[in-house]
């Protein structure tokens, strides 16, 4: 199981930094993503990181504003989010998969207020 914290309101340009650590296991060997889902929309992919490879990805509307991270010594990666837009109020799941294994956290709400 992977537990997600961090969710909160904030309000237009504002900041939060999202967790996500797992239970049971260790980070090392996964992809972690973070997913979001807006009422009335479908969960989309958001950002993801390789813990072996160091690989990121984000989506386009997140690039130059958010940025995935990881502290091996936690093990827990994080999605910082800066100049937040209330496009980006969702609740937002992380992600843990490898071959053979897929996680999913419970979610964490942002609500970001103009």
């Known amino acids: 199981q992977l537990q997600a914290s961090g969710g909160g309101w904030v309000q237009v340009g504002g900041s939060l930094r999202l967790s996500c650590a797992p239970s049971?296991?260790?980070?090392?060997?996964?992809?972690v993503g973070w997913f979001r889902q807006a009422p009335g929309k479908e969960r989309e992919g958001v950002s993801y990181?390789?813990?072996?490879?160091?690989?990121?990805w984000y989506t386009d509307s997140v690039k130059g504003r958010f940025t995935i991270s990881s502290d091996s010594t936690k093990n827990t990666v994080y999605l910082q989010m800066n100049s937040l837009k209330p496009e980006d109020t969702a609740v937002y799941y992380c992600?843990?998969?490898?071959?053979?294994?897929?996680?999913w956290g419970q979610g964490t709400e942002v609500t970001v207020s103009s």
């Open positions: 992600n843990a998969e490898r071959s053979g294994s897929n996680y």
């Open positions: 049971g296991f260790t980070f090392d060997d996964y992809a």
């Open positions: 990181i390789h813990l072996r490879h160091g690989a990121t």
